[in-house]
């Protein structure tokens, strides 16, 4: 067989792979939804118990309530705050626009469950910021504990993810019309209502949508602030809904997860089709166009910057504080010095008990070998799809899309018991692979997009010449397409990095001895209370992923798409 | 949490004495131990490791791992906290893909446990040390208590200075009732919707107690919250923000209280109800010797010691570092009711007799 008759069947081999990955979790879940007992029991059969139960359970709809509030709650919160942060960085000459950059996406690589644990202790009821507070006007009058506190939390903390789409629509825009405005005599703000926003629409409307699928699928924030008061989301439901049994309900668990499914998959379709749609409309302007910075004068550069700084001190600086601070004491709250409390030996416990320190070990070899492993796969996946009109790469699209629509924990869940049922997988189950093959078709879509938006970099020209001159495909991407592509791997390596240690629902139910993460330990020491321990990890959490953070400015990640 | 002295100590304790008791060299089995005791002992060096399956989290186990890993250096443990149920779910999941994992299953769900008996996942073993226990403590020669853990108040001292401390149950209700404005948000105590021990808690004191649900009631009215863990309760107490917490692991508000002198725990002399952590062995243990062993050491009185250091008081009346079954009863006035390991325990899985509890539960909550 000619070598070029081998490309569509590497296609082939290689997107049914991935579907099969992507499949397997997905159809096991939606199988064990219609069982009456877990599918491994002999006593299981075909039912709709399940369905039953959670159709007629009052605490199932006010979880599916509470959900819609956040996922537009949090839509409110970000897209105004990223779109108008995004104005002022791109579009105009606000002071020290270049550092503030990467300060803004801060938010979006710290894991969210370590965010929430930094509100906790920063201004929680008995947080270091609240007891000062209160010590000095006698009372604080927030709650971070009711529903508009979590929303806001988590509209904060996503107000990066909407910043990065439209920023990106915005450099690509020119600034002939923001400027025969401006001459015309509107202000920079009526510009920006009147002339940029319906420009970069498309981009809002998208992150919009985007932010609504995270906060159908939220966990972190709402599992640690939700909590002491009874709120719950559907992702917390289905991770509480054990304790109403008494004993793990396994169909009941699948049965929400279809439900959110049903809410999240055409969400996602609705994404995809508005990604287009962006693309092309921001095409309009076309590249290379010049842009001139619209000019904010002193007042402006004054409120600018103190939005952005109130912004990054309520997201960045009162989480992150919190931890760092929580981390080094073991007591604190009214009457106690923090001066005198300041100890290592919440560190000291961490590195003593050999599951914790097991985690951190566990948790670096999996961002920095796993994430280069990932990034070798998703660039196979990525290969396998690129330039590619034909059923396979139809269906490549589609199986990227099922994971965005699954829990982590879900997944988590699903591949444990497909590494427990499964023969020639069983070796696998209690050594680091199980985790690593979780996170990457967790990370899937994300990490697959990075790989494709730096294969789509290279002109299809080169490509072109290449076959022309007698190359077949696999010669092609090995001198042609991979050489180019090299450097911004080592981008790609480090972003999948931090979204590997940040991650921590996927290895709830996966992990066991040996196999710890720090993101799940968190999770399973959530249940004990232990805060001191917490702390710690979150520290060291924090700690790795601004290693990660800086590793991938140096090797000059992209972070715009 | 614990003094790490303390369990250097304890450990090394420990060691010494079930180290000289046990260890193949050693000439004399301790008093009770079967003749065939040695042989069983070579079987579990041989398979030269141990599983655990345990909620008991890496803190408190280890001073337990340390001093069996030194009695018996050529056994690995390999510990895993898991959690409650998810000990349960990996032990039926592994079970039904006959790829057993765990060797002892070690846990504070007592009911779950008895379920894992009642499927047939555990495998009975008479302990040498199981006369030691008292009669409620030991199912069927399968599944044994090793720790008796009573359920009292902690509460923060100088918050409370002005009020007369509740030393009954029936004082806690008055104090409620009493003090229901200036308690307002102040009071806090186990959420049994999200916690296993919490429900373990209140669905025992339902069962022997006729003033259950009028406590919840008086806490209810208070607008007192709930919490999933005794731990998290702690962080609220000590930061002032709740006062005082009750149907709380009393044994941890014991240590708490002993190093931190803000705070103060009370054991109602009237009643006072106790939970066991308890032990089992896996039906097709993959290390079933050392599983045993494994156990016995749990249930010995170095093991027991090892335990009590931090907190998880023992189940027997000799073992004296620590607190013990004798010296928790004199604490609760002598009115300590450990909860028995039975198929009582069932009722609590039953989901007719949860739903019932809960339905209770909610409406007397609302106060």
């Known amino acids: ?561 | 949490m614990i003094n790490r002295r303390q369990f250097v100590l304890a450990s090394a304790a420990s060691a010494g004495v079930l180290g000289a008791g046990l260890s193949a060299r050693a000439q004399e089995l301790p008093a009770g131990y079967p003749a065939d005791y040695k042989a069983m002992l070579e079987k579990a060096r041989s398979e030269g490791a141990v599983s655990i399956y345990t909620s008991t989290d890496d803190v408190q186990g280890r001073p337990i791992v340390e001093a069996f890993q030194k009695a018996f250096p050529g056994i690995r443990v390999d510990y895993n906290d898991l959690g409650t149920n998810g000990a349960y779910n990996r032990i039926i999941s592994e079970a039904a893909a006959k790829q057993v994992g765990s060797d002892v299953v070690w846990t504070s769900a007592m009911d779950l446990q008895m379920v894992l008996v009642q499927k047939g996942l555990a495998e009975a073993y008479k302990s040498p040390e199981a006369a030691r226990l008292p009669g409620w403590g030991n199912f069927n020669d399968t599944l044994y208590g090793t720790t008796v853990e009573p359920v009292g108040i902690l509460y923060n001292k100088a918050q409370l200075a002005s009020f007369k401390l509740p030393k009954t149950r029936a004082e806690l209700l008055a104090f409620m009732r009493d003090n229901k404005d200036a308690l307002k948000g102040k009071l806090a105590t186990f959420d049994p919707e999200k916690s296993g021990t919490g429900f373990l808690f209140f669905s025992n004191d339902a069962k022997t107690m006729p003033d259950t649900f009028d406590l919840v009631r008086a806490f209810g009215a208070t607008e007192g919250k709930t919490y999933g863990s005794s731990g998290a309760m702690r962080e609220k107490i000590v930061s002032g923000e709740h006062w005082l917490a009750f149907n709380i692991i009393a044994s941890y508000a014991i240590e708490w209280a002993a190093k931190n002198p803000a705070l103060g725990y009370i054991l109602t002399s009237d009643h006072t109800a106790a939970f066991s952590r308890v032990a089992n062995i896996s039906k097709g243990a993959p290390h079933p010797n050392a599983a045993r062993v494994f156990l016995d050491f749990l249930l010995a009185n170095s093991g027991q010691s090892a335990l009590a250091s931090v907190g998880a008081p023992s189940i027997r009346t000799d073992v004296t570092s620590g607190l013990n079954l004798t010296r928790l009863t004199e604490m609760a006035g002598g009115n300590l009711k450990p909860i028995p390991i039975t198929t009582a325990l069932l009722e609590a899985t039953e989901p007719k007799n949860r739903a019932d509890f809960f339905r209770r539960w909610k409406e007397a909550l609302r106060g």
């Open chain 1, 1 to 561: 067989m000619s070598l070029a008759a081998q490309a569509p069947r590497f296609r082939a081999t290689v997107i049914l792979t991935l579907f099969a990955m992507v499949a397997a979790p997905a159809a096991l879940i939606i199988y064990q939804s219609f069982l009456s007992a877990p599918f491994f029991d002999e006593a299981a059969r075909p039912s709709l118990e399940a369905y039953q139960f959670i159709l007629t359970d009052p605490e199932f709809y006010r979880a599916l309530w509470t959900t819609t509030l956040y996922a537009v709650g949090m839509v409110v919160v970000a897209v105004p705050l990223g779109g108008l942060l995004a104005f002022l960085i791109t579009r105009t000459d606000l002071k020290g626009r270049r550092w503030l950059e990467p300060l803004v996406l801060v938010p979006m690589f710290l894991s969210s469950i370590v965010l929430a644990f930094g509100y906790t202790v920063a201004v929680g009821p008995s947080g270091f910021v609240t007891i000062a507070f209160r010590s000095v006007f006698g009372a604080a009058p927030w709650s971070i504990y009711t529903l508009p506190g979590i929303i806001l939390i988590g509209g904060l903390s996503h107000v990066p993810t909407v910043y990065l789409y439209v920023a990106s629509a915005m450099r690509r825009l020119p600034s002939d019309l923001e400027e025969a405005a401006r001459t015309a005599g509107a202000s920079v703000w009526r510009v920006s209502l009147d002339v940029t926003l319906p420009m970069v629409l498309p981009a809002l409307v998208f992150s919009a949508a985007l932010n609504l699928l995270l906060g159908f699928e939220t966990f972190g924030i709402p599992l640690v602030l939700g909590d002491p008061n009874g709120i719950l989301v559907l992702t917390t439901y289905i991770y509480k809904v054990n304790t109403i049994f008494g004993a793990p309900t396994y169909q009941v668990m699948a049965a929400v997860t279809v439900f959110l499914i049903l809410i999240t998959l055409p969400l996602v379709f609705i994404q995809r089709r508005l990604l287009r749609h962006a693309r092309r409309f921001a095409a309009v302007g076309g590249k290379g166009a010049r842009t001139n910075l619209l000019k904010l004068g002193a007042a402006g550069q004054v409120i600018a910057l103190s939005i952005i700084g109130l912004w990054l001190l309520v997201s960045v600086v009162l989480p992150v504080g919190g931890i760092i601070l929580r981390a080094f004491v073991e007591n604190w709250g009214e009457g106690i010095r923090l001066s005198e409390q300041l100890t290592l030996a919440n560190f000291q416990r961490v590195f003593e008990l050999p599951s914790l320190s097991r985690g951190i070990v566990n948790t670096i070899l999996l961002a920095a070998i796993g994430g280069a492993v990932a990034v070798a796969f998703y660039l196979v996946v990525g290969l396998a799809g690129h330039r590619n009109h034909g059923r396979t790469g139809t269906l490549l699209d589609y199986s990227v899309l099922v994971p965005r629509a699954l829990p982590g924990l879900i997944v988590g869940l699903a591949f444990f018991w497909l590494f427990l049922f499964v023969p020639f997988l069983v070796p696998l189950r209690t050594t680091l692979f199980s985790l690593l093959i979780a996170y990457i078709i967790v990370g899937l879509s994300y990490g697959l997009r990075i790989i494709q938006a730096t294969l789509l970099q290279v002109a299809p020209e080169l490509e072109e010449s290449a076959r022309t001159a007698g190359a077949d495909t696999f010669r092609t991407w090995r001198d042609v397409v991979i050489p180019l592509v090299r450097p911004g791997l080592a981008g790609a390596w480090a972003m999948i990095m931090i979204v590997f240690l940040r991650e921590y629902a996927t290895g709830v139910y996966l992990m066991s001895a040996g196999t710890e993460v720090i993101g799940s330990l968190m999770v399973s020491l959530l249940t004990s209370g232990a805060m001191d321990q917490i702390a710690a990890l979150s520290f060291i959490s924090i700690l790795l992923t601004a290693v990660g953070l800086t590793l991938a400015l140096r090797l000059g990640a992209k972070i715009h798409d």
